[in-house]
């Protein structure tokens, strides 16, 4: 039976992004950190990510030990697995490459040490097709950035043994993590393909002139963003249900949404004039904003929900007084 190694120390594999905001999640939560990326300047570039995203790891709180120079580089990628525990692979999304990168992973990392891939496109089953123990790699996508937004996706390849999963579950739980686990390997995972069938009908509304670019995003974020923020769809169809809750919401509201709405959901054309009408849009409603200063108004927001979410998931009672959100 597989058994994986207790998690001391992570190599992180592939430093672009979702590299080093992973990177910076595990150093905020107070691991040795080796990190490895054959891009030229690769390790500069990932410090000052480190550096720049420190204030909001602090801000989300710090497990004690805590530092960035607990981060080690090396373009040795043989050397930066070889007493890794936990490896997490975030290289280009090319099959042929993660293939063969999985392959030397496999042969490079200790025995024991799981090896998961941020891949948000390519499964498991393709990954670990030249793998000698593919039973211990599995898949872990996060949703960006890592290093604040909880979620990770985690779901096999048809040769990952149950076990991994169990361990890589309980691993991103016990890092602050909200891990959810795919019973079903399929293209873009699940978040991925949420946000899509959102996007596309978006899409088609500013196509048909139903709105524009600006009032879809409010329309999103003012209305069931706003819920979806705090309890996911299903739940909120249960409350939607009245007294009867979601029973009665099944067997009432469900088949009129089932049978009049979904069959009008749209298919856009996405052709280069629709493009244009978007970025112009986007361009519009960032009203001269830089991309940095919209992530920073992004994330204090972010940093606000969570703190309101982990106050609701402390021990005592769920429903939070007016006090406590105050």
């Not at 997490?88 to 042969?107: S, Y």
């Not at 089932?258 to 280069?272: K, Y």
């Amino acid at each position: 039976m597989y058994s994986h190694r207790p998690v001391h120390r992570i190599a992180i594999v592939g430093t672009g992004t979702i590299g080093a905001s992973w990177a910076t999640h595990y150093l905020a939560r107070g691991f040795d950190v080796t990190a490895t990326d054959p891009a030229p300047h690769a390790e500069a570039a990932l410090r000052s990510y480190v550096d720049a995203a420190w204030d909001a790891a602090t801000t989300l709180g710090l497990e004690n030990g805590a530092a960035p120079d607990r981060l080690r580089f090396t373009a040795d990628m043989r050397e930066a697995v070889a007493d890794a525990d936990f490896v997490q692979e975030n290289a280009p999304e090319r099959p042929e490459l993660k293939v063969r990168l999985f392959a030397d992973l496999d042969d490079a990392a200790p025995q024991g040490a799981i090896i998961a891939s941020s891949s948000s496109s390519i499964t498991m089953s393709v990954m670990q097709a030249e793998c000698r123990h593919p039973e211990r790699t599995v898949i872990g996508h996060p949703f960006n950035p890592p290093h604040i937004v909880p979620l990770v996706e985690v779901v096999g390849g048809t040769k990952t043994a149950p076990e991994t999963i169990r361990d890589a579950m309980s691993f991103y739980a016990s890092i602050g993590k909200r891990p959810v686990h795919l019973k079903k390997e399929i293209p873009g995972h699940v978040a991925n393909r949420l946000q899509a069938a959102l996007y596309r009908e978006v899409v088609y509304l500013i196509e048909q002139g139903v709105l524009d670019v600006a009032d879809s995003d409010d329309a999103v974020s003012w209305g069931p963003g706003l819920r979806w923020g705090v309890m996911g769809p299903n739940l909120l169809w249960h409350l939607g249900g009245g007294e009867g809750g979601i029973q009665h919401f099944m067997d009432t509201l469900m088949p009129q949404m089932a049978t009049a709405l979904w069959p009008t959901l749209g298919d856009p054309e996405f052709t280069p004039e629709l493009k244009e009408k978007i970025v112009n849009g986007v361009l519009d409603e960032a009203d001269g904003h830089s991309i940095d200063e919209l992530a920073a108004e992004r994330d204090t927001m972010l940093f606000g929900l969570l703190a309101v979410r982990a106050r609701q998931m402390a021990p005592g009672p769920r429903i939070a007084t007016e006090s406590q959100l105050a």
